[in-house]
T-cell receptor, first 113, second 115 residues
Framework: QKEVEQNSGPLSVPEGAIASLNCTYS??????FFWYRQYSGKSPELIMF????GDKEDGRFTAQLNKASQYVSLLIRDSQPSDSATYLC?????????????FGTGTKLQVIP | EAGVAQSPRYKIIEKRQSVAFWCNPI?????LYWYQQILGQGPKLLIQ????????DSQLPKDRFSAERLKGVDSTLKIQPAKLEDSAVYLC?????????????FGSGTQLSVL
Protein backbone atom coordinates (compact mmCIF):
# COMPACT_ATOMS: atom_id res chain seq x y z
CA GLN A 1 0.00 0.00 0.00
CA LYS A 2 1.37 3.38 -0.99
CA GLU A 3 1.83 5.90 1.80
CA VAL A 4 -0.07 8.58 -0.10
CA GLU A 5 -2.51 7.68 -2.86
CA GLN A 6 -4.09 9.89 -5.48
CA ASN A 7 -5.97 9.19 -8.68
CA SER A 8 -3.62 10.25 -11.46
CA GLY A 9 -6.47 11.54 -13.64
CA PRO A 10 -6.81 13.46 -15.78
CA LEU A 11 -9.80 15.03 -14.09
CA SER A 12 -11.63 17.19 -16.59
CA VAL A 13 -14.10 19.83 -15.42
CA PRO A 14 -15.79 22.67 -17.33
CA GLU A 15 -14.84 26.25 -16.55
CA GLY A 16 -16.83 27.56 -13.59
CA ALA A 17 -17.46 24.13 -12.09
CA ILE A 18 -16.16 22.72 -8.80
CA ALA A 19 -13.12 20.46 -9.07
CA SER A 20 -12.77 17.85 -6.33
CA LEU A 21 -9.38 16.26 -5.77
CA ASN A 22 -8.91 13.40 -3.34
CA CYS A 23 -6.05 11.85 -1.40
CA THR A 24 -5.77 9.00 1.08
CA TYR A 25 -2.84 8.20 3.36
CA SER A 26 -1.83 5.07 5.20
CA UNK A 27 0.00 6.31 8.31
CA UNK A 28 -2.39 7.24 11.14
CA UNK A 29 0.46 9.14 12.79
CA UNK A 30 0.46 11.72 10.01
CA UNK A 31 0.09 15.18 11.44
CA UNK A 32 -0.23 17.75 8.69
CA PHE A 33 -1.39 17.75 5.11
CA PHE A 34 -0.54 19.89 2.14
CA TRP A 35 -1.68 20.53 -1.40
CA TYR A 36 0.92 21.65 -3.89
CA ARG A 37 0.17 22.79 -7.43
CA GLN A 38 2.62 21.95 -10.19
CA TYR A 39 2.32 23.47 -13.64
CA SER A 40 3.89 21.53 -16.49
CA GLY A 41 7.65 22.03 -16.47
CA LYS A 42 7.57 23.97 -13.22
CA SER A 43 8.26 23.20 -9.57
CA PRO A 44 5.58 22.49 -6.97
CA GLU A 45 4.17 25.46 -5.09
CA LEU A 46 2.17 25.29 -1.88
CA ILE A 47 -1.47 26.32 -2.16
CA MET A 48 -3.13 24.91 0.97
CA PHE A 49 -2.27 23.20 4.23
CA UNK A 50 -4.46 21.73 6.96
CA UNK A 51 -3.74 20.23 10.38
CA UNK A 52 -7.14 19.72 12.01
CA UNK A 53 -10.22 17.76 11.07
CA GLY A 54 -12.75 19.74 9.12
CA ASP A 55 -12.61 22.34 6.41
CA LYS A 56 -10.19 25.17 5.73
CA GLU A 57 -11.05 27.78 3.14
CA ASP A 58 -8.76 30.18 1.28
CA GLY A 59 -10.36 32.06 -1.58
CA ARG A 60 -11.60 29.58 -4.16
CA PHE A 61 -9.80 26.69 -2.44
CA THR A 62 -11.12 24.51 0.38
CA ALA A 63 -9.11 21.75 2.00
CA GLN A 64 -10.97 19.04 3.89
CA LEU A 65 -9.44 16.61 6.37
CA ASN A 66 -10.94 13.50 7.92
CA LYS A 67 -8.32 11.78 10.07
CA ALA A 68 -10.62 8.91 11.02
CA SER A 69 -11.00 7.99 7.35
CA GLN A 70 -7.40 9.03 6.53
CA TYR A 71 -8.72 11.20 3.76
CA VAL A 72 -7.81 14.66 2.50
CA SER A 73 -9.47 16.55 -0.29
CA LEU A 74 -9.14 19.81 -2.15
CA LEU A 75 -12.09 21.62 -3.65
CA ILE A 76 -11.58 24.32 -6.25
CA ARG A 77 -14.65 26.46 -6.79
CA ASP A 78 -15.30 28.40 -10.00
CA SER A 79 -12.53 26.49 -11.77
CA GLN A 80 -10.52 28.50 -14.28
CA PRO A 81 -8.37 27.31 -17.21
CA SER A 82 -5.39 28.68 -15.23
CA ASP A 83 -6.11 26.03 -12.58
CA SER A 84 -5.10 23.34 -15.09
CA ALA A 85 -2.11 21.69 -13.44
CA THR A 86 -1.09 18.64 -11.45
CA TYR A 87 -2.09 18.76 -7.79
CA LEU A 88 0.19 16.94 -5.37
CA CYS A 89 -0.99 15.79 -1.96
CA UNK A 90 1.77 15.74 0.68
CA UNK A 91 1.66 14.25 4.15
CA UNK A 92 3.93 15.23 7.03
CA UNK A 93 4.75 13.40 10.25
CA UNK A 94 7.37 13.57 12.94
CA UNK A 95 9.72 10.65 12.38
CA UNK A 96 12.59 10.16 14.80
CA UNK A 97 12.90 13.85 15.54
CA UNK A 98 12.62 15.19 12.02
CA UNK A 99 9.74 16.03 9.74
CA UNK A 100 9.13 13.43 7.05
CA UNK A 101 7.21 14.69 4.00
CA UNK A 102 5.79 12.17 1.55
CA PHE A 103 4.15 13.11 -1.74
CA GLY A 104 1.50 11.34 -3.73
CA THR A 105 1.76 10.84 -7.47
CA GLY A 106 -0.48 13.81 -8.19
CA THR A 107 -3.80 14.32 -9.97
CA LYS A 108 -3.79 16.12 -13.29
CA LEU A 109 -6.63 18.63 -13.55
CA GLN A 110 -7.87 19.96 -16.87
CA VAL A 111 -10.31 22.86 -16.84
CA ILE A 112 -12.12 23.05 -20.15
CA PRO A 113 -13.06 26.59 -21.35
CA GLU B 1 13.30 37.16 0.03
CA ALA B 2 15.40 35.12 -2.38
CA GLY B 3 14.08 31.68 -3.22
CA VAL B 4 15.82 28.34 -3.47
CA ALA B 5 18.52 28.50 -6.14
CA GLN B 6 19.45 25.49 -8.23
CA SER B 7 21.85 24.92 -11.08
CA PRO B 8 22.18 23.86 -13.77
CA ARG B 9 18.66 24.12 -15.16
CA TYR B 10 19.23 21.40 -17.75
CA LYS B 11 21.87 18.71 -18.17
CA ILE B 12 22.33 16.08 -20.87
CA ILE B 13 24.91 13.33 -20.34
CA GLU B 14 25.64 9.86 -21.60
CA LYS B 15 25.19 6.82 -19.42
CA ARG B 16 28.13 6.00 -17.17
CA GLN B 17 29.15 9.67 -17.03
CA SER B 18 29.00 11.65 -13.82
CA VAL B 19 26.97 14.76 -13.03
CA ALA B 20 26.57 17.14 -10.12
CA PHE B 21 23.75 19.45 -9.09
CA TRP B 22 23.97 22.43 -6.79
CA CYS B 23 21.41 23.95 -4.43
CA ASN B 24 21.39 27.06 -2.27
CA PRO B 25 18.39 27.09 0.11
CA ILE B 26 16.50 30.06 1.47
CA UNK B 27 18.58 31.85 4.10
CA UNK B 28 17.88 30.51 7.57
CA UNK B 29 16.21 27.31 6.43
CA UNK B 30 17.64 24.44 8.44
CA UNK B 31 16.19 21.58 6.44
CA LEU B 32 17.20 20.81 2.88
CA TYR B 33 15.64 18.13 0.71
CA TRP B 34 16.61 16.55 -2.59
CA TYR B 35 13.73 14.98 -4.50
CA GLN B 36 13.73 13.01 -7.74
CA GLN B 37 10.68 13.45 -9.94
CA ILE B 38 10.29 11.10 -12.88
CA LEU B 39 7.86 12.25 -15.57
CA GLY B 40 4.27 11.55 -14.53
CA GLN B 41 5.18 10.71 -10.94
CA GLY B 42 5.25 12.57 -7.66
CA PRO B 43 8.49 13.76 -6.06
CA LYS B 44 10.44 10.99 -4.35
CA LEU B 45 12.70 11.93 -1.45
CA LEU B 46 16.34 11.02 -2.04
CA ILE B 47 17.98 12.66 0.95
CA GLN B 48 17.08 15.09 3.72
CA UNK B 49 19.52 17.22 5.71
CA UNK B 50 18.88 18.99 8.97
CA UNK B 51 21.64 21.60 9.22
CA UNK B 52 24.81 19.63 8.41
CA UNK B 53 23.51 16.18 9.21
CA UNK B 54 21.66 13.59 7.16
CA UNK B 55 18.32 12.62 8.74
CA UNK B 56 16.93 10.44 5.95
CA ASP B 57 18.73 8.85 3.01
CA SER B 58 16.78 5.61 2.97
CA GLN B 59 15.81 5.95 -0.70
CA LEU B 60 19.17 7.20 -1.97
CA PRO B 61 20.90 4.66 -4.27
CA LYS B 62 24.15 4.92 -2.39
CA ASP B 63 26.15 2.90 -4.90
CA ARG B 64 25.86 5.75 -7.36
CA PHE B 65 24.38 8.80 -5.63
CA SER B 66 26.06 10.96 -3.03
CA ALA B 67 25.18 14.27 -1.43
CA GLU B 68 26.69 16.71 0.98
CA ARG B 69 25.68 19.91 2.65
CA LEU B 70 28.50 22.29 3.34
CA LYS B 71 28.40 24.29 6.60
CA GLY B 72 24.66 23.73 6.80
CA VAL B 73 23.96 25.90 3.75
CA ASP B 74 24.69 24.89 0.13
CA SER B 75 24.30 21.33 -1.02
CA THR B 76 25.50 19.24 -3.95
CA LEU B 77 24.02 16.01 -5.27
CA LYS B 78 26.21 13.80 -7.43
CA ILE B 79 25.49 10.81 -9.62
CA GLN B 80 28.36 8.58 -10.69
CA PRO B 81 27.96 6.62 -12.91
CA ALA B 82 24.61 7.68 -14.36
CA LYS B 83 22.10 5.19 -15.70
CA LEU B 84 19.30 5.70 -18.21
CA GLU B 85 16.71 5.40 -15.41
CA ASP B 86 18.22 8.44 -13.67
CA SER B 87 16.59 10.68 -16.28
CA ALA B 88 14.32 12.89 -14.17
CA VAL B 89 13.93 16.32 -12.65
CA TYR B 90 15.96 16.79 -9.49
CA LEU B 91 14.26 19.17 -7.11
CA CYS B 92 15.86 20.86 -4.16
CA UNK B 93 13.60 22.20 -1.42
CA UNK B 94 14.13 23.86 1.93
CA UNK B 95 12.10 24.53 5.06
CA UNK B 96 12.51 26.30 8.39
CA UNK B 97 12.28 23.12 10.53
CA UNK B 98 10.28 24.67 13.36
CA UNK B 99 7.82 21.88 13.97
CA UNK B 100 5.02 19.93 12.44
CA UNK B 101 3.62 21.28 9.27
CA UNK B 102 6.73 22.39 7.52
CA UNK B 103 6.04 24.14 4.24
CA UNK B 104 8.52 23.27 1.55
CA UNK B 105 9.87 25.85 -0.83
CA PHE B 106 11.17 24.38 -4.07
CA GLY B 107 13.85 25.50 -6.46
CA SER B 108 13.31 25.48 -10.22
CA GLY B 109 14.82 22.01 -10.53
CA THR B 110 17.44 20.43 -12.76
CA GLN B 111 16.16 18.38 -15.68
CA LEU B 112 18.58 15.53 -16.32
CA SER B 113 18.56 13.50 -19.51
CA VAL B 114 20.77 10.41 -19.63
CA LEU B 115 21.34 9.11 -23.17
Amino acid sequence: QKEVEQNSGPLSVPEGAIASLNCTYSDRGSQSFFWYRQYSGKSPELIMFIYSNGDKEDGRFTAQLNKASQYVSLLIRDSQPSDSATYLCAVNKNSGGYQKVTFGTGTKLQVIP
Amino acid sequence: EAGVAQSPRYKIIEKRQSVAFWCNPISGHATLYWYQQILGQGPKLLIQFQNNGVVDDSQLPKDRFSAERLKGVDSTLKIQPAKLEDSAVYLCASSLARGVGEKLFFGSGTQLSVL
